[in-house]
C-alpha cells in the first residue's frame, strides 16, 4: 500500500479556521471514496504527523512538545484587546463548577401592586387554560398562586379575595364580604398557611369555591396512640338511680338583634330583615310586611320577644321559687349580621347583655354555656394554638370575655375558668356531686372556620378533641358521669361539620359511652333534631349497640320561619339520665296581631313531652322509669321505619310547629331516619339521602 501524499505539510502555515475545513473535506472525500470505491481518491490515505506542531500558536502554557497531557496554547482576543484566556479556563486539573463573574440578571423584585396583579392574572388564565383539564386542578392551582401572594404582599391577600370574588361573580356584595375589614384578613392568614397543594387546598375547593374538589375520604385514625388506655371490658355497673328528680333547662340560640327596627320590613331581599337599612326588590319605597314588634319568621329576636321567653321560662317550668338546679345554653348569642356590620365590641356587647339578663331572670342554678359560631369577631373564626406567635392568640380576647363573664355570674369555677382561657372557651366543670359538664368549642369542627382548613388531614389540629379525651379519661378514672355541650353539631346529614374532626369525635363518644358520657348537648340549626351514637363507628345500628344521644335543641329565634322555644329536663341526680323532656314554643305567625296594643306580649305555651309523643310508639312499650336513652330513641327510629306518621310528628316539632314547615313525605322520611343516626359528619354522608336535613 502506497504512502498518500500529505495534503498539507506539517509545516504550512494556516490559520485554525482553515485548517478545520480543510480536514473536513479530506474526511468526506475519504468517506465518499470508501462508499462508492469508484473515485479517484479510493485509495488515498494520509498519516498525520506524530508531534504537534508547535509553530501554530506562538504561546504555550504548557510544554507543546511534550506528549503526556494536551497542549495548552494561549489564546489572546483579537477583538476584546488585552484579553488573554487563562490556563484556569480549560485546565483539565481544574474544571471551573460555577461562573461567579457574570451570571445573567433576575428579573427585577416586583411592587406589591405589580405581585397583586400577576397573581389575579395568572389565577384568571389558569381558569381559562384547556390544559388544566378539571375544574379542581384550576382551584388547586389558583390557591398556590394566591398562596405566594399572601406570603409575599400580605396586604394584597384581601384585594385579591375581593377581585376573584367580582370577577367570578361570586357575590354582589365583593367588597363588604372579603376586605381586610371582613374575612379577607382571615382568608389570607389561612392561604399562606395552608397545604392548598395537597388535602387542605381539596377541602378549601370542595367547600368554598362551588364544590369544585370532590370530598376526599377520612384520615385513617390510629386510635391505639390517641387513647391512653383501652375501653374498660366489661363495663364497669352503671350508677343506681337515685330516682331523685333534677330541674334543667335547656335553650339556645337567642341570636337577640339589638338593631331590631320594629315597622321594617320583615320580608326584605337585601339583607338581614326587620333592620332599617334592607328592604324588599320588588316593592322598593313600599314596607309589605311591616316588622311586628314581638318578631318575625325571617328575622332575628327583638329585645322583646328575648325578654318574653325568660318570663316564660320560670312560669311555665314550675322554677319562680327554686330556680333550676342548672341550666345549659348551647351558643350563639349574636345575630346574623354580615360580616362588616359586625365588631369585637358588638358581640362583646351582646355577650354580655345576655348573660345579665341570662342571670337576673333564670334564678340562682348555674347557667354552663358554650360558644357558638356567631359569638365569635369574625364570625365562626376561631385560629388555632399551633398558628404561632400574635396569630395564636388573636382570639384570646373573646375567651377571656366569655370566662370573665362565667366567672362573674357565679357559673364557672375558677379552675373551669382557667381551662376556658387556655382552651378557647372549652371548659371542663366537676359539680359537688361528682358530676361534669365538658364544653366545647365546636368552631374547631365547624365547616366556615377557614383556620380549621390547615393541616385538615390531621383530625385535632386545634388540640381540642385531645382536650375533651383527657377530661374524659379522668372522669373514668374517677368514677364520674358527664355531659358534653357544644354549639354546631357534629353529624345530623353532615353539612355543618367537618368530617375529620367529627369522625375522631364519634370514636371518642364510643370509647367513653354509655358508662361515662351520660348525653351529648347541641344547638346551631335552630331546630329540634337529635344524634344517636352507635358502638363500633355506627358499622351495625340497633338498639344494642345505640350509646348516647346528642339532643339538638330548637332555638329562641325564628329566623328562618320557624316558631321559638325552650325545653326542660327532669334528670336523675345520681345517673344524670333524662327521664323527661318537656318543650314549649310560641307561635311567631300570631306576632303581628299584637302590635298596636300593649296589654299582652307573646303566648308561650306547652308543646311536647318527649316520652309521651314518642314512648307508647315503642314496641313492648318503655317503662316509666326507663331513661331516654340511645336505646329508647333507636327503638323510635325502627318505629318510625315501621309507620311514617311518626316522622310527620318528628318534622312538625322540628320547627317547632310552625305553620310554615313544609310536610316530610317521599325520600325525606328515610333520609330523616338516616340523619338521626348520623352522629358524625362521615356517617351521615356515606349513608344518608341529602337535602332533607332542614324545614326551614
Ligand atoms: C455552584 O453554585 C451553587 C449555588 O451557590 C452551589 O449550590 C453549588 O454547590 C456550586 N457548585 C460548586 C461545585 O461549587
Ligand atoms: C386530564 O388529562 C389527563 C391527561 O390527559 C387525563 O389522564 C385525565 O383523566 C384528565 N382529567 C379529566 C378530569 O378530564
Ligand atoms: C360575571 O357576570 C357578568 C355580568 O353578568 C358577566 O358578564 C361575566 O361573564 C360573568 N363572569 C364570569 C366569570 O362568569
Ligand atoms: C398506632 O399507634 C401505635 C402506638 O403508638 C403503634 O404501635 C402502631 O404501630 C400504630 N399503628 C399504625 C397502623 O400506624
Ligand atoms: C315576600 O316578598 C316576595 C317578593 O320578594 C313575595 O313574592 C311574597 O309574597 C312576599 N311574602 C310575604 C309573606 O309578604
Ligand atoms: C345488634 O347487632 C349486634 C352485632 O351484629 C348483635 O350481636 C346484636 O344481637 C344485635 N342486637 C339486636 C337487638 O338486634
Ligand atoms: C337505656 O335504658 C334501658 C332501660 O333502663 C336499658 O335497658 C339500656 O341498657 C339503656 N341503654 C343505654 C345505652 O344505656
Ligand atoms: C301509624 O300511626 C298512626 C298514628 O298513631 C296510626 O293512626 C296509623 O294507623 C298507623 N299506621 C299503620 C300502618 O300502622
Ligand atoms: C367511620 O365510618 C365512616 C363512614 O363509613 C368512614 O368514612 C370513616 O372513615 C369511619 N371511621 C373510622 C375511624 O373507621
Same mark, same amino acid.
Given at each position: ?101 457574570? !451570571?445573567? #440578571?433576575? %428579573?427585577? =423584585?416586583? *411592587?406589591?401592586?405589580? @405581585?397583586?396583579?400577576?397573581? $389575579? ?112 371490658? !366489661?363495663? #364497669?355497673? %352503671?350508677? =343506681?338511680? *337515685?330516682?331523685?328528680? @333534677?330541674?334543667?333547662?335547656? $335553650? ?445
Amino acid at each position: 500500500m502506497g504512502r498518500a501524499p500529505a495534503l498539507f505539510p506539517s509545516t504550512m502555515r494556516m490559520s485554525g479556521q482553515l485548517l478545520l475545513q480543510a480536514s473536513l473535506t479530506a474526511w468526506a472525500a475519504a468517506s465518499a471514496a470508501t462508499t462508492s470505491g469508484a473515485n479517484s481518491f479510493a485509495t488515498s490515505v494520509y498519516t498525520a504527523a506524530g508531534r504537534f506542531p508547535t509553530t501554530l500558536f506562538t504561546k504555550y502554557y504548557n510544554n507543546p512538545t511534550q506528549t503526556a497531557s494536551q497542549v495548552q496554547p494561549v489564546i489572546e482576543d483579537p477583538v476584546e484587546t488585552g484579553l488573554v484566556y487563562p490556563l484556569s479556563l480549560t485546565d483539565p486539573l481544574t474544571v471551573p463548577k460555577n461562573d461567579t463573574t457574570d !451570571p445573567h #440578571p433576575l %428579573p427585577p =423584585t416586583a *411592587s406589591a401592586s405589580l @405581585l397583586l396583579e400577576q397573581a $389575579f392574572n395568572q389565577i384568571i388564565a389558569i381558569s381559562t387554560n384547556a390544559n388544566f383539564n378539571s375544574s379542581c386542578a384550576k382551584c388547586q392551582a389558583g390557591l398556590e398562586i394566591a398562596k405566594f401572594l399572601a406570603l409575599a404582599a400580605p396586604a394584597q391577600g384581601p384585594v385579591l379575595a375581593v377581585r376573584l370574588c367580582e370577577h367570578f361573580n361570586f357575590s354582589s356584595t365583593c367588597g363588604n364580604q372579603y376586605s381586610g375589614l371582613a374575612l379577607g384578613s382571615v382568608i389570607t392568614q389561612v392561604v399562606a398557611n395552608a397545604n392548598v397543594g395537597g388535602y387542605d387546598g381539596q377541602l378549601l375547593c370542595n367547600n368554598f369555591i362551588d364544590s369544585l374538589c370532590p370530598l376526599p375520604p377520612a384520615t385513617p385514625l390510629n386510635l391505639t396512640s390517641w387513647f391512653a388506655k383501652p375501653k374498660p371490658n !366489661p363495663l #364497669p355497673a %352503671p350508677k =343506681t338511680p *337515685s330516682g331523685e328528680r @333534677l330541674k334543667v333547662l335547656h $335553650f339556645s340560640d337567642v341570636h337577640v338583634d339589638p338593631r331590631y327596627s320594629t315597622g321594617a320590613e320583615a320580608n326584605c331581599t337585601t339583607g338581614p330583615c326587620c333592620r332599617y337599612d334592607n328592604f324588599n326588590a320588588a316593592s322598593p319605597g313600599v314596607i309589605m310586611a311591616p316588622a311586628p314588634r314581638f318578631g318575625a319568621y325571617p328575622c332575628d329576636t327583638p329585645l322583646a320577644l328575648t325578654v318574653s321567653a325568660l318570663e316564660a321560662i320560670p312560669a311555665l317550668t314550675g322554677t319562680e321559687k327554686t330556680g333550676f338546679d342548672f341550666s345549659i345554653y348551647t351558643g350563639d348569642l349574636v345575630s346574623h349580621d354580615p360580616d362588616n356590620q359586625l365588631s369585637r365590641d358588638y358581640v362583646t356587647y351582646t355577650e354580655t347583655l345576655l348573660y345579665d339578663l341570662f342571670k337576673k331572670t333564670l334564678g340562682s342554678g348555674p347557667l354552663y354555656a358554650t360558644l357558638g359560631n356567631h359569638d365569635s369577631y369574625n364570625q365562626a373564626q376561631d385560629a388555632h394554638h399551633a398558628l404561632g406567635g400574635g396569630l395564636a392568640t388573636q382570639f384570646q380576647w373573646n375567651y377571656d370575655h366569655l370566662a370573665s363573664l362565667w366567672e362573674h355570674e357565679g357559673w364557672l369555677s375558677s379552675s373551669a375558668v382557667a381551662l376556658a382561657r387556655a382552651h378557647y372557651s372549652a371548659y371542663m366543670v366537676q359539680r359537688h356531686d361528682g358530676f361534669r359538664v365538658i364544653s366545647l368549642n365546636t368552631d374547631l369542627w365547624y365547616k366556615t372556620n377557614y383556620f380549621n382548613y390547615i393541616n385538615l388531614d390531621t383530625p385535632d389540629n386545634s388540640g381540642m378533641l385531645r382536650f375533651l379525651t383527657d377530661e374524659l379519661q379522668d372522669a373514668e378514672d374517677a368514677g364520674d358521669r358527664v355531659w358534653i355541650i357544644g354549639h354546631v353539631l357534629s353529624g345530623w346529614d353532615g353539612s355543618n361539620p367537618l368530617v375529620n374532626p367529627t369522625d375522631l369525635f364519634y370514636q371518642i363518644v364510643d370509647r367513653y359511652s354509655p358508662h361515662v358520657i351520660a348525653n351529648i348537648f347541641f344547638g346551631h340549626t335552630h331546630e329540634d333534631q337529635l344524634s344517636i351514637f352507635y358502638a363500633n363507628n355506627g358499622t351495625t345500628m340497633n338498639s344494642s349497640t345505640a350509646q348516647t344521644v346528642g339532643w339538638i335543641m330548637p332555638s329562641i329565634t325564628p329566623n328562618t320561619n320557624l316558631n321559638a322555644g325552650f325545653r326542660m329536663y327532669e334528670v336523675d341526680s345520681a345517673t344524670f339520665e333524662i327521664l323527661d323532656a318537656y318543650t314549649w314554643h310560641s307561635d311567631v305567625n300570631s306576632f303581628a296581631a299584637l302590635d298596636g296594643q300593649v296589654e299582652v306580649g307573646p303566648t308561650w305555651e306547652f308543646e311536647y313531652s318527649t316520652r309521651d309523643t314518642y314512648g307508647p310508639s315503642i314496641a313492648g312499650g318503655w317503662g316509666a322509669n326507663d331513661p331516654l336513652n340511645a336505646t329508647f330513641w333507636h327503638l323510635v327510629t325502627e318505629a318510625m321505619e315501621a309507620n311514617s306518621s311518626l316522622v310527620t310528628t318528628f318534622n312538625t316539632l322540628q320547627g317547632k310547629s310552625s305553620v310554615r314547615t313544609p310536610a316530610c313525605t317521599g325520600n325525606c322520611v328515610p333520609a330523616k331516619i338516616c340523619y338521626i343516626r348520623s352522629g358524625s359528619a362521615a356517617i351521615a354522608k356515606q349513608n344518608c339521602i341529602p337535602g332533607f336535613a332542614s324545614v326551614q
